[in-house]
C-alpha cells in the first residue's frame, strides 16, 4: 500500500508543475483517445514527465497482470485521462488536477486507480491500434480489467466501482455504454480476480481538523411543543424485500425468463443473478466471462448451466434458443 500513498502525494505535486516543463505533445485534431469520459479535446495538447511516485503506481498495477508496460505514462492537459498512439508508440495520458480531486468527489482512495487501470486495460487490449477512439464495446473490456486488477490490488467492490457509480453517465452515448452496464462489467473483472469483501486498508487517513472554539450565546428557552407521532406500517419482511428490489440502487438489470414471466429475477452491480420469491431471495447464477465466441459475458450456475447474454441482452441457452432477456434500469 505504499505505492497508493506515494501516489496520491504525487498527484497534488504533479498539478505544479511548472509550465517550462511543458512541450507541445500533439495536436487533438489528429489524435483519436480512448478517454475516459469519451469527450472532444481541441487544441495542442502539453505533456511532460510525470513524478517517480505516479509511475511506481503503474508498476504496482503492472506487477499484479504480470507483465511489463508496453506504454509511457504522461501527465498532460487532456480533461481527465487517456489511452493514445502517437508516431507509432503508446502513452497514457492523465491530467493531475482531475486525479487529484477525483478521490474527493468519490470518497474513495483507489478512485484515481482504478481511471489508471482502465486507460491501460486499452492498451493491453489493443483499442488503441485501430486509431478510431472510444467505442462501447472496448470501454466495457476496459472496465472489466479495471476491476479485475483492483480486485488483486485488495480494493472492495464498492471501492473499484466508486468513480463508475459516481460520474458515469446513465444512458451512456455513442462512444460509451450506460453506467449499469459499465458497473456489471468491473464487478465481472473484480469477481474474477477473487476480490476481497474488506479493503486492504489506505496507508494515508485524512484527519479532519479539529473544530475551533466557539462562543456560547444563552438564548431564552422555548417552550416545548407537543411532538408529533407519524404512524408509520410495519412492512413485512416480504414488502421489504418486494420493496428493496424495485428501488434498490444495487439492480443493474431485470431479467425476464420464458419458463417463468412472473417471477421476479434481478441482476445486480455485483454480477449476482438473483430470484426474489415471497420473503426469500435466491442466488440463481453468476455473470463471467463468456467462454463462447461471439458472446462477451455468460451467467452460470453451480452445475455450469450456461446462458450466454448477447449485444441486445438476450439470454441464449447452449443450444442457441433465446430463453430470456436482460432489460438494463437507466
Known amino acids: 500500500m505504499k505505492i497508493l500513498k506515494a501516489f496520491l502525494l504525487s498527484l ?20 483519436q483517445m480512448c478517454s475516459y469520459y469519451g469527450e472532444a479535446v481541441t487544441g495542442d495538447i502539453h505533456a511532460y514527465k510525470p513524478e517517480a511516485s505516479a509511475e511506481s503506481a503503474v508498476k504496482n498495477i503492472m506487477s499484479v497482470i504480470g507483465l511489463k508496460a508496453n506504454f509511457e505514462l504522461r501527465a498532460a492537459n487532456v480533461p481527465n485521462a487517456a489511452a493514445v498512439i502517437l508516431k507509432g508508440k503508446r502513452y497514457i495520458l492523465y491530467n493531475p488536477k482531475f486525479m487529484a480531486n477525483i478521490n474527493s468527489v468519490t470518497g474513495s482512495d483507489w478512485a484515481a486507480i482504478s481511471i489508471l487501470a482502465h486507460e ?13 477512439g472510444s467505442r462501447p464495446q472496448t470501454e466495457l473490456d476496459a472496465d472489466e480489467f479495471s476491476g479485475f486488477v483492483l480486485g488483486r490490488l485488495g480494493a472492495t467492490l464498492a471501492d473499484a466501482q466508486a468513480v463508475m457509480g459516481t460520474i458515469a453517465s446513465i444512458k451512456g452515448s455513442h462512444s460509451h455504454p450506460p453506467k449499469s452496464d459499465r458497473l456489471i462489467a468491473i464487478a465481472a473483472g473484480w469477481n474474477r480476480a477473487g476480490g476481497n469483501v474488506v479493503a486492504a486498508q489506505p496507508v494515508v487517513q485524512i484527519q479532519p481538523e479539529k473544530p475551533k472554539p466557539v462562543a456560547v450565546v444563552e438564548k431564552p428557552k422555548e417552550v416545548a411543543q407537543p411532538k408529533q407521532v407519524l404512524v408509520q406500517k410495519n412492512l413485512t419482511r416480504e414488502e421489504r424485500i418486494q420493496q428493496s428490489a424495485q428501488y434498490d440502487k444495487n439492480i443493474a438489470s431485470d431479467a425476464y425468463f420464458r419458463h417463468d414471466p412472473k417471477g421476479k429475477y434481478y441482476l445486480t452491480v455485483k454480477g449476482n443473478l438473483v430470484q426474489v420469491e415471497k ?14 465466441s461471439g458472446y462477451k459475458m455468460m451467467l452460470t450456475d453451480n452445475d455450469k448451466t ?14 442457441g434458443s433465446t430463453v430470456g432477456v436482460l432489460k438494463a434500469r437507466r
Open 306 to 319: 450456461n446462458l450466454y447474454i448477447d449485444n441486445g441482452g438476450a439470454l441464449v441457452n447452449e443450444s
Open 279 to 292: 420473503d426469500k431471495v435466491y442466488l440463481v447464477a453468476r455473470l463471467v466471462r463468456s467462454n463462447r
Open 120 to 132: 491501460i486495460g486499452h492498451h493491453l487490449n489493443g483499442h488503441t491500434l485501430d486509431n478510431v
Open 12 to 31: 497534488a505535486l504533479c498539478s505544479t508543475a511548472g509550465v517550462n516543463a511543458q512541450k507541445v505533445f500533439a495536436s487533438a485534431k489528429y489524435t
